[in-house]
């Protein structure tokens, strides 16, 4: 048994070692907790800016490769310009167009350059698929009297659709016909016999004793063209005119050659000033030609604007809206 003097000193020492771990706890403790300074600022992290996840290249854009080639537009699509072969935007027009399928541009490379841009507008329109009975798109070909009628009549329609007094009601097959050889069940009857019971085509409705057949597939000659437009273009009774005033208007060497009642239209047409069908169809020229058949391009030209010199309406101002 140890003595009781060197069990003192054992439990003395215990103690003190005792209380030396506990203080030496303590200062580990401290030391292991976070600095107060330091809680309100932010924590360091490394820079790594947030981006969406990357995405493999597409192995088309990756790897070139030969063009596919490109998707004809559908019925009603848009054909982009072609410098080799027409400007042209707008609806497609039917296939029946020159016998070409619905993806193809009308050829315009051979109709003169200043008759294309209203050849452009009126086809965008698409007024060809109104008019039952049109003829072939064939630019530089004659129309036909029956072709025109039909024309006219869907276009100024189409210009006028927010206008019921300017429209032309195409004729009933219940009325009697107005030319012998255009009966009812004729595929332009509606066109020509809306626009004879107008009065725009003369018959015998307008007084024309004479005149009882229409000859719809006869070509449109020059004289007639204007005999017909220029009173849908001046919503008026057509003034009197001599071959004089005609020459001195427009400068005709062949005023005399004009059929009296179309002379009239003729010098009407002059009032349109640079509107004018004859400016825009036929270019300048010292000779009318009366009797010179129209093209399909040259008639459509006409059909581009309806109203005179100061009002009226285009293909293109249809084309904006």
Not at 7 to 12: P, Y
Not at 28 to 50: H, I, K, N, V, Y
Not at 243 to 253: D, I, L
Not at 257 to 278: K, S, Y
Request: net charge negative.
């Amino acid at each position: 048994m140890l003595p009781p003097l060197r069990l003192a000193f054992l439990s003395l020492t215990g103690l003190t070692l005792i209380l030396s771990v506990g203080c030496a706890g303590t200062s580990l403790e401290t030391s292991l907790q976070a600095d107060p300074r330091l809680q309100d600022q932010g924590r360091f992290t490394e820079a790594t800016p947030e981006t969406a996840p990357q995405t493999p290249p597409d192995k088309a854009t990756a790897e070139p490769g030969p063009t596919p080639p490109a998707t004809p537009p559908q019925e009603g699509g848009a054909i982009a310009a072609n410098p080799g072969q027409s400007d042209f935007i707008g609806p497609l027009p039917p296939a029946d167009w020159g016998g070409a399928g619905p993806s193809a541009s009308p050829n315009l490379a051979d109709i003169p350059e200043d008759l294309k841009p209203y050849v452009q507008d009126w086809l965008a329109l698409d007024l060809k698929t109104t008019a039952p009975g049109s003829p072939s798109w064939q630019p530089n070909q004659p129309v036909t009297r029956g072709g025109y009628a039909q024309w006219l009549l869907a276009t100024n329609n189409r210009f006028y659709d927010d206008q019921p007094q300017k429209r032309i009601r195409p004729g009933q097959t219940s009325a009697k016909p107005a030319f012998q050889d255009v009966p009812g069940n004729h595929p332009q009857y509606g066109a020509i016999q809306g626009l004879a019971e107008a009065g725009i085509i003369p018959s015998s409705l307008s007084g024309s004793s004479t005149t009882l057949t229409f000859r719809s597939e006869a070509p449109l000659t020059r004289e007639t063209l204007v005999l017909w437009k220029v009173p849908l273009d001046t919503r008026a009774v057509l003034p009197g005119a001599s071959v004089e005033a005609v020459k001195t208007a427009w400068g005709f060497q062949d005023a005399a050659t004009v059929e009296p009642l179309a002379l009239r239209a003729v010098l009407a047409d002059h009032q349109g000033g640079e509107f004018a069908n004859i400016l825009r169809a036929f270019g300048y020229t010292t000779l009318f030609q009366p009797k010179k058949a129209v093209t399909q391009a040259e008639a459509i030209a006409t059909l581009w604007r309806f109203g005179g010199s100061t009002e009226g309406i285009s293909a293109r101002d249809l084309l904006k809206q």
